[in-house]
């Protein structure tokens, strides 16, 4: 079965780092784009990054643009997310999505806290 498996986050001060991994198994990874999303207390979940399966195109939320970078290493089936000054607005738990054959898969999620 599929699985995504985040792993990564924690607590980090304002301006600090992080980065988020995703290990993808049981679909074919280096054939499907991939993405990061975040869902923050009292809002609805929100696309933060998007990757081309081949790495060719990125897409990134506006609020993090320049910030974050999304990369992914299909040989390690693996999907990252480089999180650098980070603003206590960027608290929430971070997700990795797949679509495959018209289903949607989720991680489990892992908690990013941004704050002094």
């Known amino acids: 079965q599929v699985q995504l498996v985040e792993s990564g986050g924690g607590l980090v001060q304002p301006g600090g780092s992080l980065r988020l991994s995703c290990v993808g198994s049981g679909f074919p990874f280096s054939s499907h784009a991939m993405s990061w999303h975040r869902q923050a207390p009292g809002k609805e979940r929100e696309l933060v990054a998007a990757v081309t399966a081949g790495s060719e195109m990125t897409n990134y939320a506006h609020s993090v643009r320049g910030r974050f970078t999304i990369s992914r290493e299909n040989g390690k089936k693996t999907l990252y997310l480089q999180m650098n000054d980070l603003k206590p607005e960027d608290t929430a738990v971070y997700y990795c999505?797949?679509?495959?054959?018209?289903?949607?898969?989720w991680g489990q999620g892992t908690q990013v806290t941004v704050s002094s």
């Open positions: 999505y797949v679509g495959w054959f018209e289903d949607d898969y």
